[in-house]
T-cell receptor
């Protein structure tokens, strides 16, 4: 009963380093999302993918890229990390074609950029 | 556009007190509404939802009623416990698009 799995759980990067956050879901959901959570800001959408092969920008896409590798996996890449990207990152998935369905979240990745 | 406004926290209550966390929304059409809870160090979990006007969502003693006339979805619980300490997020889904979240309200319940 895995649901949405994110790796890693914690990461420290130096400014300018790159990394990829991994996300996989086993619920056969068509839509997947990346959010970041910052104090006082709530959850802000970075990118999302409504279906395999498509991706769209959210509210705060600058500095990030995504790949929808297949229906299960949706990765988030930071090409050149900046201290402003220190945050907790959440991946989520959902059946978006049904308006009344909720999103399921992973446990989060706590990223610190020094 | 679509947006959610919820009361700012933190909210601190004594055990067994009554809880209300206000949530109002702006949306086109008839969105679905959700409350999520985030316990320390964890991801968000769905607490309850309502998909049409006058629906009441309920779970674990929490309730919220979809009020279209006041565009509100306030979260209530009659008697909070220490274990309810968490961050609560109100969210809406306006259609075949990502959920839109409020900024969250931190609740602390003291024994």
């Amino acid at each position: 009963n895995a649901g949405v799995t994110q790796t890693p759980k914690f990461q420290v990067l130096k400014t300018g380093q790159s990394m990829t956050l991994q996300c996989a879901q086993d619920m056969n959901h068509n839509s997947m999302y990346w959010y970041r959570q910052d104090p006082g800001m709530g959850l802000r959408l970075i990118y999302y993918s409504a279906s395999e092969g498509t991706t769209d920008k959210g509210e705060v896409p600058n500095g990030y890229n995504v790949s929808r590798l297949n229906k299960r996996e949706f990765s988030l890449r930071l090409e050149s990390a900046a201290p402003s990207q220190t945050s907790v990152y959440f991946c989520a998935s959902r059946v978006e074609t049904l308006m009344n369905t909720e999103a399921f979240f992973g446990q989060g990745t706590r990223l610190t950029v020094v | 556009g679509n947006s959610v406004t919820q009361m700012e926290g933190p909210v601190t209550l004594s055990e067994e007190a009554f809880l209300t966390i206000n949530c109002t929304y702006t949306a086109t059409g008839y969105p679905s509404l959700f409350w999520y809870v985030q316990y320390p160090g964890e991801g968000l979990q769905l607490l309850l939802k309502a998909t049409k006007a006058d629906d009441k969502g309920s779970n674990k003693g929490f309730e919220a009623t979809y009020r279209k006339e006041t565009t509100s979805f306030h979260l209530e619980k009659g008697s909070v416990q220490v274990s309810d300490s968490a961050v609560y997020f109100c969210a809406l889904c306006p259609g075949n698009t990502p959920l839109v979240f409020g900024k969250g309200t931190r609740l602390s319940v003291i024994a």
